[in-house]
Structure formats: C-alpha cells, structure tokens
C-alpha cells in the first residue's frame, strides 16, 4: 500500500509572528521534516487567499476577526486578513524541507468561499484536485501534520476519512489554534469520522 504524509499549511502567517499565529506553530517543522523520509509521497497544502477574501473580518463592515457570520454555505469565521497570494506570510516556513514534496495543492483561492480542506472548499463541493491526484497515484492512506489542528488538519482528515483513505494525523507534530472549544470539537468529530488519533 502506498502512503504519503500531507502537510497542512505550515506557512509564515500561521507561526508565531504571522498574521494569525498559531501558538507553537514553528515547534512541529522539524519534527516534520524528519518523518518525511517515511513516506512514497509527501504533499504540502497551502493557504493562497486573494486580497479582499469573503472569510477575512476586514472584507465585513462592523466585523471583527475570530466574529461568526452565515454565509450561503453555511457558518463561517472570520480571520484576520492572512496568506495573500504571494505575500511572505503566505510562505512555508523556511525551516520546512519544501523540496521533498511532490506536490502542493494551493486553497482558498476562490475569494466567496474559504477551503480549510485540502480536498473541497468550504462549501464541500467544489475540488481542490487532491483526491484525483492521490487515486492515480494510488495512494490510500494518509497521516497528516501541520496547523492548524482544529481547522484545516481537522477538515482534511475528516473529508479524507469519508473519502475512504486511512487517515492518521499525529497530534505531536499539529498545532491548534482553539477558540470557542474548537480544538474539542474537532477531536470529537475526527475520531467519530475514523481518523486515528496519534500522539
Ligand atoms: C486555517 C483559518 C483560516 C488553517 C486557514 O490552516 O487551519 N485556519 N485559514
Ligand atoms: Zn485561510
């Protein structure tokens, strides 16, 4: 069987420093970059927002970052503005071994929907892509990393769990950001999706 390691979002903007930083963010890179040698495949995603993105708070008049609002696919946070296309927050982190991957699968470029999912935007439809790219190389299970574990780890594993890979995501090497009982929530609903939990 085949296996790769996908690495959520290990980007400037969401260490400490960035623009919504994660606690304990950089703390993982190393430990990231030494398991890497254990897969056929590593993949990285990375968050690619346009300027004026519908899920930054600065994109609604009266809003404030980590404030709910409804959007038409449902409840959405809002974020500080974050990992503009291009920008050096929007960067891996310089200690993360970039060349190693095989792949990277950019989201959250489509500036009405966001996409904490490496495999569907937040309206669990539209495709990233990552799905078809990992059937044709016949790849069938997973352990993903990265930051941040309530968010983007916790949709990737999820939607990759009821796409039927084997999903793993080793806690030591995720950071969470936590707000609202978020990190709970998301440990929860990885678990009653089938993700195994390690760490
Ligand atoms: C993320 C919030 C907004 C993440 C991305 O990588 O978890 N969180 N954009
Ligand atoms: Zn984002």
């Not at 044709?136 to 990737?156: K, M, S």
């Amino acid at each position: 069987m085949t296996n790769a390691l996908i690495v959520i979002d290990v980007q400037n903007d969401f260490c400490p420093g960035g623009a919504l930083a994660v606690s304990g963010g950089d703390e993982i890179v190393a430990g990231i970059n030494a398991r890497m040698a254990d897969f056929d495949a590593v993949i990285l995603t990375q968050d690619w927002h346009p300027a004026g993105h519908s899920s930054f708070a600065s994109s609604h008049p009266g809003k404030a970052p980590m404030e709910m609002i409804d959007m038409a696919y449902g409840p959405q946070v809002l974020w500080p503005d974050h990992c503009l296309q291009g920008s050096a927050g929007a960067a891996f982190h310089d200690g993360l071994d970039t060349d190693r991957a095989d792949m990277i699968v950019r989201k959250g470029y489509n500036p009405q929907i966001d996409s904490y999912s490496g495999f569907f935007e937040n309206d669990q439809t539209t495709p990233t892509g990552l799905h078809g790219y990992l059937q044709v190389r016949g790849i069938e299970t997973l352990t993903l990393v990265g930051l941040a574990t309530d968010f983007c780890v916790n949709f990737t594993a999820v939607d990759a769990a009821k796409l039927g890979y084997a999903v793993t995501v080793d806690t030591t090497l995720c950071r969470a950001i936590d707000i609202g009982g978020s990190l709970a929530a998301a440990t929860d609903g990885m678990r009653a999706a089938g993700v195994i939990l390690e760490g």
